[in-house]
């Protein structure tokens, strides 16, 4: 069976390519953190908001993420998902097609609903290579 | 200044190579995971704690964990650490000498405290290269 996270990031996937931010906002937790790239952090809901309208508009409006491979490792309220993320910008420009290996954090809201704590779709790449 | 988390992954090393698993098992949750390797889950102190001796065994009592580059994403109560993990057991033989890029989920417990809540020494080699 799937696991209810991997529905969940669909969901993000989703609202981040219809450009929907109020929507994707209610997935994270209050004090979430976004990588925006390496050295460059978003923190809390309104800067992880601006940093997501300024990401769709550097790709000119054409960001769709979708996610390949994925690892679930969940204890107890926290889980942590290595995916394969793929981001694309249009498909005819190469440049712009990235396939990275994201590490997400993920902790259980106060209904007992998955939000994502830690956006880092950069993985391990923060660290030299 | 140095993170807080450092000093703590250091105490944890530095039990790793006594073979002080009692101690080591005051830094995770209750509900803790280990990835022992890829595919292979130990969840709870104790399995966590059998895992620990047995790695120690396979690796002739010599496993000496340090870290070298190490990021700290911290959202909150929850911390994500990306962290070049160097395992060395015996400096004479190339073999069993390993460089990894681990991800570590740390959460804060009853006391304010980080605990291990995820460790995983495999970070994104858990998928496909």
């Known amino acids: 069976m799937e696991h209810e996270l991997k529905g969940f990031i669909k969901k993000c996937d989703i609202a981040i390519k219809q450009e929907d931010f109020d929507t994707l906002m209610n997935y994270y937790t209050d004090d979430a953190i976004l990588v925006i790239k390496p050295g460059m952090i978003a923190r809390g809901k309104e800067e992880i908001k601006t940093a997501f309208i300024k990401i769709a508009k550097y790709f000119n409006n054409r960001l769709v993420p979708t996610q390949g491979e994925m690892i679930v490792l969940e204890a107890g309220d926290t889980a942590l998902v290595i995916s394969e993320t793929l981001l694309e910008a249009d498909k005819n420009d190469n ?29 391990t790449d923060l660290i030299n290579k």
């Open 95 to 123: 440049e712009y097609s990235m396939d990275r290996r994201a590490t997400y954090v993920f902790k259980r809201g106060p209904q007992g609903e998955w939000l994502c704590a830690i956006d880092n779709s950069y993985g």
